[in-house]
């Protein structure tokens, strides 16, 4: 698919659709929520959910429906400090050829971290965690109590 990714309708009403293109009236909506944390994630992956979650709970700009872009982040999170502490001395290292040459080889986990990082990067930019993408991102208004109907169906 060539362009940027097509940006959900609620994100394009919370921007002002600059652009007046159409809005997709079908689309369906989710509700802000907080996704459960998974189980099974390792120490780096727990400590960036919780980061996350701090800094974009009470923004109100997750649904229960974000977990696995969640998921993505952390664990490119996770690659990316495991990654970082191999090549902590550096990105290459030497081995003996059989013929007794030196040679300097590149750490594969060199290019796993590159590729963590755009990874990790991505999953940020698609939460509204980079600058940029946040300054597109309008924070939802704290919601009254829900009562009546409204609260039995909550």
């Known amino acids: 698919m060539k362009g940027p990714a097509p940006q959900p309708t609620r994100l394009k009403i919370l921007q002002g659709n600059p652009g007046k293109k159409k809005l997709n009236t079908l689309e369906p909506i989710l509700e802000a929520g907080i996704p459960a944390k998974p189980k099974g994630l390792d120490r780096f992956e727990s400590r960036e959910w919780n980061r996350i979650m701090k800094a974009l709970g009470p923004a109100r700009v997750l ?16 690659q990316l400090k495991r990654c970082k502490a191999v090549c902590a001395k ?13 040679l300097r080889r590149l750490h594969p986990e060199a290019s ?8 990790y990067s991505q999953a940020l930019a698609e939460l509204g ?18 009562s009546g109907i409204e609260e039995y169906f909550n």
């Open 63 to 78: 649904t229960k429906g974000d977990a696995g872009t969640l998921l993505v982040a952390v664990s490119a999170y996770s």
């Open 90 to 102: 550096g990105f290459s290292y030497e081995t003996t050829s059989r013929s007794g040459t030196v």
């Open 112 to 119: 796993l971290l590159n590729t963590a990082t755009h990874q």
């Open 129 to 146: 965690l980079t600058p940029s993408s946040r300054s597109r991102v309008k924070v939802l208004p704290a919601q009254e109590p829900a």
